[in-house]
């Protein structure tokens, strides 16, 4: 930590004394806006945060120089400010990881519409120039252009499309539940899983697999263990969504 926010540190808390009764409240917002100061300045690694830590808190205790109430109330007002000038400062990198989610989607969203667009175009201009054919032949590219609209490349396509919604909706279960977000939003984004699984699930049935069938039902057993730990609340929701992540991830690999 720079000697100019140990400076501040000593300074701000100095005041607090001079003033009369240490204020709790006080001291964590001191330690708050050190330590988020300090995070910023550093790139990000565990290393750095905890050279940050042990550097404010020895700040801290080179101030305290009288034992009781007095003291303890210090001690723990510093810490809960550290723990929360932490907090500010991973927030901002949330809400910038939410952000750029929200824009993968709107990408995903857009591709996906240009692709189904490019595709229809392509076999509108197809039929156009048959119509300047004979009847038997255009028949016959009616009959491959319906085929083409329903063949096993297309299905891949929406599937893909489906596998990838459904990526991103069990992601962001992951960072609405890591991050304190209400349960009714990571329900939300659970609903919406399940929702694009099943038009995976519907077009996967066709291959017959035993492995894809095992995979299918591993990661539906998953779904129905999350919304169960929703529903009542559960404090190892994180463990359960990390886990319904992994095996959806790997359950496309197949």
């Not at 988020?36 to 905890?50: A, M, P, V, Y």
């Not at 989610?101 to 969203?109: A, E, P």
């Not at 069990?170 to 991050?179: M, P, T």
């Not at 894809?212 to 404090?235: C, D, I, L, P, Y």
């Amino acid at each position: 930590m720079p000697d100019s926010t140990k400076d501040k540190i000593k300074a701000d808390l100095q005041k607090v004394k001079e003033e009369g009764t240490l204020r709790s409240g006080r001291i964590k917002k001191i330690f708050s806006a050190a330590i988020s100061q300090s995070i910023s300045e550093f790139k990000e690694g565990s290393g750095e945060l905890g050279y940050i830590i042990r550097d404010t808190f020895a700040t801290l205790l080179e101030n305290v120089k009288e034992k009781g109430q007095n003291t303890k109330e210090e001690v723990t007002a510093s810490i809960e400010g550290m723990i929360e000038g932490i907090s500010h400062s991973q927030r901002e990198a949330i809400a910038k990881t939410k952000s750029e989610i929200q824009k993968l989607q709107t990408r995903l969203d857009e591709d996906e519409n240009q692709l189904q667009s490019t595709v229809e175009e392509a076999l509108t201009e197809i039929e156009a120039v048959s119509e300047k054919t004979s009847s038997d032949v255009r028949s016959i590219v009616s009959t491959a252009v319906e085929n083409i609209k329903n063949s096993e490349e297309v299905e891949l396509m929406k599937k893909r499309y489906a596998q990838l919604q459904a990526e991103l909706s069990v992601l962001q279960a992951n960072l609405a539940a890591r991050y304190g977000e209400p349960y009714e939003e990571v329900k939300q984004h659970l609903d919406n899983a399940k929702t694009w699984y099943e038009n995976t699930k519907e077009k996967s049935e066709k291959k017959g697999s035993t492995l894809v069938e095992a995979k299918q039902t591993e990661f539906e057993n998953k779904m129905s263990e999350a919304g169960a730990a929703v529903a009542r609340k559960e404090k190892e929701l994180k463990r359960i969504l990390k886990e319904l992540w992994y095996s959806l991830t790997h359950s496309q690999k197949s």
